[in-house]
Structures are given as structure tokens and as C-alpha cells.
């Protein structure tokens, strides 16, 4: 890495010097080693603030920068900066994209055709499952999922990727060494051995709430599309979508039950004009052309072999059964809730309930409570 470059990266990993700190560095000229000998006046003539100037003397050094290079290469992290030739085109587009990134694992998938997958971190069983389904489904026509790696619909599609053979990308809202969710360790260590994970936070970056929709600019960026798989109308996930509008970039949303708080974000997103998403085929359809470059082949959607569609669990159902289904996605009921629920008597409600039993859709547990399998 050249001079400038590390320069670059040093500056960005200091305390209290932000994307317009930095932007206002670099139209004053070239970085160079020289600026390791600057006083608080030279930042100043730059046009940073006394205060920060201060800070960036005090904290900027060979030293400093020596040592940290040595952490990153311990750690197998490899940085890439906007000038790179590594750098993905697409994430150059959107507004203030950020100056380096921090890559682990297979670097080359910043490169390939990506879909952003987002949602809940407490989704209903109906996500999981949709969430599930169209991971698997993109992956296999050879689309990269993209994610943040939350708990929820996040970890959902990352592991349907991983399980399927796919691609995937985490985008972390921290530093590289700190794993949040810390119960995603596991998940962590598989994405960053068979798939990438990004971040362009330095090591030792805490979690913050105030990191992650930036963090959601990054997902968004990388992305020729964000498809919201369930999400509620105060979801991070919006954040997301906004992101990919505001890059001209094409959003999805999945529709979901009306009386479910869980899926009003995404309900609001198709008003607004997302594209509705049913299947992997409503979203593969419209990157034709990349994917025939790509894979050489059609992709299987829904095809023997290949990723179940959606609607395949309820084509053997009834009205009813699948009006019950749909009440049992927003989690497990007794068969009192299950009899309010549904306003029917009692002698329906255990009939329709025998039959999902039956043909494996749903199980019962004890204490009369049913839920999805």
C-alpha cells in the first residue's frame, strides 16, 4: 500500500475525525508522511477545528500506525481503500462512501451480483421461513446475499445461505474483533471462512446504536437491490431500503398478514412502490442478463432439486387450513388463543387443527400448544 493510502487509513481510524473531516483533508491536497510532523496550525490551514487538529496531533503517529498494521495482519483482515482497484464500483455511488474498508474472508464477492436481504431482529415463524426460502433460492441462481448480520432475519438468511452452498456478505455495524450479536460468534466464524465479512469501523469499535445505519448504507451500497423480508414500520430495515432508493437502486418488499405488526414496514414499502416479492423468480427476473453471465444456466427456482417456492407448502391446503396457518406464523397458540383468534367453534378449530397435524405443516406441544414446523 502506497503512501497516500496508508495515510488515508491512519487518519480514518483516529478519534473524532469523520467522513467530513477527512473529505475536507483530501480536497486541500495529497496526504503524505510529512503530515506525521504537522502541528495543531497545519490541520488548521487544512480546515479542520482547533479542537480536532489538537486531537490528530495527539494521536497521530509511525508508531500508532505500525502497530495497528501488525493487529490487522495478525488477524488475517485486509484493508481496502476507495482508491484500490478491490474497491466494488457500486458502493463508490451512494452518498459518503466510506473511505476503507476492513475484509475478511473471501474478498473476491465484493465483485459478484448481490441482493441485500433485511428485516426483524424478532421475526414471526412466517419470516423465518420466507426469509429462508428466497436466500436459498438466490443463492442458487449464483446471487451473493447481503446482510448485517443481526440476530433475526439477518442470521436467517446468512445461515440459508452458508447451508445451501451460497454466497454471503456480513456487514458489521462494529469492529472486526468485536461480534455483535456476541451469540453470532459461530455465524461469524462460518461467514468469514466460506463467505466475506466487511465492516468500516477500525478494531476495538464498540457497539453503538448511532453505527448501524451507517453501517446500513454500506449493505445497501453493495447491492443491486434490498428486498425487506419482514419488517416493522420502526424496523433499522427501513433504513436500509431508504439507503437503496436514495442510490437509485432497486427495493423488494415481502407481503405479509395485514393484522401482523411485523410486516406493516414492508406492507408500507409495496404501497410506496417496492416491487412485491412472492418468490425468488420476481427478483432474479430482473437481473437476466447479469445472471446469464454469471451462471450460464436458468436459474432453478422452485425447481426439483432446488429451492422450494413459497407458495409450494399450500397447495394441498384448504381455505381454512391456510387461513390458520396464517394465524399460527405469528408464533405458537394455545387452542384458547387459537379459538378467539380464528372465531370459530370448537369442533372446526380441532378439525382444521388434526389436519395441518396430519399433513406436517404444524405440531402440537404440550399444554395444547400449536405451532409451525
Not at 451512494?94 to 424478532?122: E, F, K, N
Not at 436467517?156 to 458489521?172: K, Q, R
Amino acid at each position: 500500500m502506497n503512501e497516500e493510502r496508508l495515510m488515508l487509513v491512519a487518519l480514518h481510524e483516529l478519534d473524532g475525525i469523520g467522513w467530513k473531516s477527512i473529505d475536507r483533508i483530501l480536497k486541500h491536497g495529497t496526504l503524505s508522511h510529512q503530515m506525521l510532523n504537522y502541528n495543531p496550525q497545519d490541520w488548521e490551514i487544512i480546515g479542520l477545528t482547533r479542537e480536532r487538529a489538537e486531537s490528530v496531533v495527539r494521536q497521530l503517529s509511525k508508531e500508532r500506525m505500525e502497530k495497528r498494521w501488525e493487529q490487522l495482519t495478525l488477524r488475517g483482515i485486509e484493508v481496502i481503500t476507495i482508491w484500490d482497484d478491490h474497491y466494488p464500483e457500486l458502493l463508490k455511488e451512494i452518498h459518503q462512501p466510506p473511505w476503507v474498508l476492513y475484509c475478511l474472508g473471501q474478498r473476491d464477492l465484493l465483485h459478484t451480483l448481490s441482493v441485500a436481504m433485511v428485516g426483524t431482529r424478532v421475526p414471526t415463524a412466517y419470516g423465518r421461513k420466507v426469509g429462508s426460502v428466497l436466500a436459498e433460492e438466490l443463492c442458487n441462481a449464483g446471487v451473493t446475499v447481503v446482510s448485517g448480520m443481526a440476530k433475526g432475519i439477518d442470521s436467517v438468511c446468512h445461515e440459508a445461505a452458508l447451508a445451501c452452498g451460497g454466497n454471503t456478505i456480513a456487514v458489521m455495524g462494529t469492529g472486526m474483533d468485536v461480534i455483535y450479536p456476541a451469540e453470532n460468534r459461530s455465524l461469524f466464524e462460518k461467514i468469514a471462512k466460506l463467505g466475506l465479512i466487511v465492516t468500516e469501523y477500525p478494531l476495538g469499535t464498540p457497539s453503538h446504536p448511532g453505527l448501524f445505519p451507517q453501517r446500513n448504507r454500506i449493505i445497501a451500497g453493495l447491492s443491486v437491490g434490498t428486498l425487506v423480508v419482514e419488517a416493522d414500520v420502526r424496523s433499522g430495515s427501513l433504513i436500509t431500503a431508504d439507503a437503496a432508493m436514495e442510490a437509485g437502486r432497486d427495493v423488494y418488499a415481502v407481503p405479509g398478514p395485514i393484522t401482523s405488526p411485523k410486516s406493516k414496514g414492508a406492507l408500507e414499502l409495496i404501497k410506496q412502490g417496492a416491487k412485491m416479492v412472492t418468490s425468488g423468480k420476481d427478483i432474479l427476473e430482473e437481473y437476466v442478463s447479469q445472471l446469464s453471465e454469471i451462471c450460464k444456466k436458468t436459474p432453478k427456482v422452485g425447481s426439483e432439486g432446488g429451492a422450494k417456492s413459497i407458495s409450494t407448502s399450500f397447495e394441498d391446503l384448504t381455505t381454512d387450513e391456510v387461513e390458520l396457518y396464517h394465524i399460527l406464523e405469528q408464533g405458537p397458540f394455545t387452542l384458547d388463543q387459537l379459538l378467539l383468534l380464528s372465531h370459530w367453534d370448537f369442533g372446526h378449530l380441532h378439525s382444521v387443527l388434526l389436519s395441518l397435524i396430519i399433513k406436517k405443516q404444524i405440531t402440537q406441544l404440550a399444554g395444547a400448544i400449536y405451532k409451525i414446523i
